[in-house]
Nanobody
Framework: VQLQASGGGLVQAGGSLRLSCAPS????????IGWFRQAPGKEREFVAA????????SYANSVKGRFTISRDGAKNTVYLQMNSLKPEDTARYYC??????????????????WGQGTQVTVSS
């Protein structure tokens, strides 16, 4: 049972997008939910995470100050608001839940399943 990521698209540099992540047929599992991305020819990398219970957040240095992760319990959805987008943000974005405590930058996190993700393309 996978998470459904949506909201990607094509945007010019400096623009904004909001991604959504929701589980299919279940609630979120575990301590935290995170966003990850993978560009062609590169490894999947951590972007941001949020603890479901108390809303603690962590971000990759490359997105701090530009991206904001949030959660909506009523809608059972996690969002990634992406502002001031850069061409280097171009990637397929995936969400994952059941991230372990404590909240941190989940570098080299490989557990899935990842679902199909959503493509973000930023033109220069």
């Amino acid at each position: 049972v996978q998470l459904q990521a949506s909201g990607g698209g094509l945007v010019q540099a400096g623009g904004s997008l909001r991604l959504s992540c929701a589980p299919s047929g279940r609630t979120f599992w575990g301590y935290a939910i995170g966003w990850f991305r993978q560009a062609p020819g590169k490894e999947r990398e951590f972007v941001a995470a949020i603890s479901w219970g108390n809303g603690l957040r962590s971000y990759a240095n490359s997105v701090k100050g530009r991206f904001t992760i949030s959660r909506d319990g009523a809608k059972n959805t996690v969002y990634l608001q992406m502002n001031s987008l850069k061409p280097e943000d171009t990637a397929r974005y995936y969400c994952a839940d059941d991230l372990p405590s404590p909240l941190r930058a989940y570098d080299h996190y490989t557990s899935g399943p990842w679902g199909q993700g959503t493509q973000v393309t930023v033109s220069s």
